[in-house]
């Protein structure tokens, strides 16, 4: 079986396909996950646009799930751990003690699903869901730990939840794509984008087992698999309202709390992305390394990425982002002063941002956070389009507007 260097895991690991050496770009995320509050908007923006048709009741390519608890299907990620437990016992560890460029995590010491399987039944660690886990994808929302007298405070709560935002992660090697017996499903050369052709699938759900994220999910009216295309015809640039160049897909663009920001980003033959300094998806998760991946211990180099919540147990987050965890939530404590500009841009616009500038403004202030002090500086940070135009500026600084007079009856 080939050998390919997974940059989050540090060191390399079998997959079933080669690198891929002629992929241009990769579609890439970063979800926000201290400010969601769980509005379902992105859910019912994909459901009204992608999954509203017959034997389509249960399909939830985007749902927001409350965590510990909650789960679609239920408890998706609790029966992987166990299952990767029972066949590395005391094997999934991290030595994350030497993070370097190459590897920022440090580097997984255990088996990934592609090497706990047998390789001839298998090619990827995994369970196909009961009809019943899918039926409850709001299971155990808003269901806390516990309950504290004392109230909360970081900067860990004694009683706590949070709410996890998921899509398909177009990963780099995606289990689904090394799983699928008839080949159906592809990344496109383009962006990255996974993809699952209905012409050669045959419903045999092997794509179902194989994700760890159990985002490909059957059709019975049409006996096919179905799963996340990333939206991209609007990524393509065809929708109108944008003019031909590459726009968000809806989840992305129709999130109240903005808390997510995508973006495409350039890579290497190997799978590792490309130095891109103005590039914001790059300058989060390569620079200042304050978004992490999901599970990346799975191995599948998932290509979103969560800013941390700052009041969960700091053990359960090292266990579903990694080793990177501290770091990434002192970053976002403690932002340097491009960190908190580029933070505006995050659904500041439905165009696709590829690169930003920051024009720097006059002090405004200071705060103490954590016991820190720092100071706050009103700076602009403008985004720009594929073809270097600017679609975007915004101001740390949140303007006042006073409304005068009497605004209602009451």
């Known amino acids: 079986m080939?050998?390919?260097?997974?940059?989050?895991?540090g060191r390399e690991m079998p997959f079933r396909f080669p690198a891929r050496k002629r992929q241009q770009r990769q579609f890439a995320a970063v979800f926000n996950i201290n400010r969601c509050i769980a509005c379902q908007t992105c859910t019912m923006a994909c459901k009204s646009t992608w999954t509203f048709s017959p034997g389509q009741e249960l399909m939830w390519w985007n749902n927001v799930e409350t965590k510990p608890y909650g789960g679609y299907p239920a408890d998706w990620d609790v029966k992987l751990l166990a299952l990767q437990a029972e066949r590395d016992p005391g094997g999934q560890r991290w030595d994350g003690s030497r993070p370097t460029d190459a590897a920022p995590y440090g580097t997984f010491q255990g088996k990934t699903i592609f090497e706990t399987a047998d390789g001839v039944t298998q090619m990827a660690t995994g369970y196909l869901p009961s009809d019943e886990e899918w039926k409850a994808p709001n299971a155990f929302e808003d269901h806390a730990?516990?309950?504290?007298?004392?109230?909360?405070?970081?900067?860990?709560?004694?009683?706590?939840?949070?709410?996890?935002?998921r899509i398909c992660n177009h990963c780099t090697y995606p289990g689904c794509l090394a799983a699928c017996p008839r080949n159906a499903i592809y990344k496109r050369e383009e962006d990255g984008i996974v993809l699952i052709d209905q012409e050669r699938c045959r419903g045999y759900r092997k794509c179902v087992e194989a994700c760890p994220y159990k985002k490909p999910m059957w059709r019975s009216t049409t006996r096919t698999s179905e799963k996340c295309i990333g939206c991209y015809p609007r990524v393509e640039g065809e929708d109108p309202l944008t003019k031909g160049l590459p726009m968000e897909p809806r989840c992305m663009s129709a999130c109240v709390g903005k808390i997510r920001l995508m973006g495409l980003v350039q890579v290497e033959a190997d799978g590792t992305w490309a130095p891109d300094r103005h590039n914001p998806l790059h300058f989060l998760v390569q620079q200042e390394r304050v978004a992490l991946p999901l599970y990346p211990q799975f191995g599948t180099q998932p290509n979103v990425y969560y800013i941390p919540p700052r009041?969960?147990?700091?053990?359960?987050?090292?266990?579903?982002?990694?080793?990177?965890?501290?770091?990434?939530?002192?970053?976002?404590?403690h932002p340097s002063r491009e960190l908190l500009a580029v933070l505006q841009l995050f659904r500041a616009a439905q165009r696709i941002v590829f690169t930003y500038e920051i024009e720097e403004g006059r002090k405004i202030g200071d705060i103490t956070v954590a016991g820190k002090r720092q100071p706050i500086y009103d700076d602009t940070v403008v985004g720009y389009d594929s073809d270097g135009g600017e679609i975007v500026r915004v101001n740390v600084a949140e303007p006042l507007f006073e409304r005068r007079g009497k605004l209602n009856s009451i």
């Open 2 to 9: 080939p050998e390919v260097f997974n940059w989050q895991l």
């Open 145 to 165: 730990t516990g309950w504290s007298a004392r109230g909360a405070k970081l900067p860990e709560h004694a009683g706590w939840f949070f709410y996890l935002q």
């Open 311 to 333: 009041w969960v147990p700091r053990d359960y987050l090292r266990q579903m982002f990694g080793p990177g965890v501290d770091h990434a939530i002192e970053r976002y404590t």
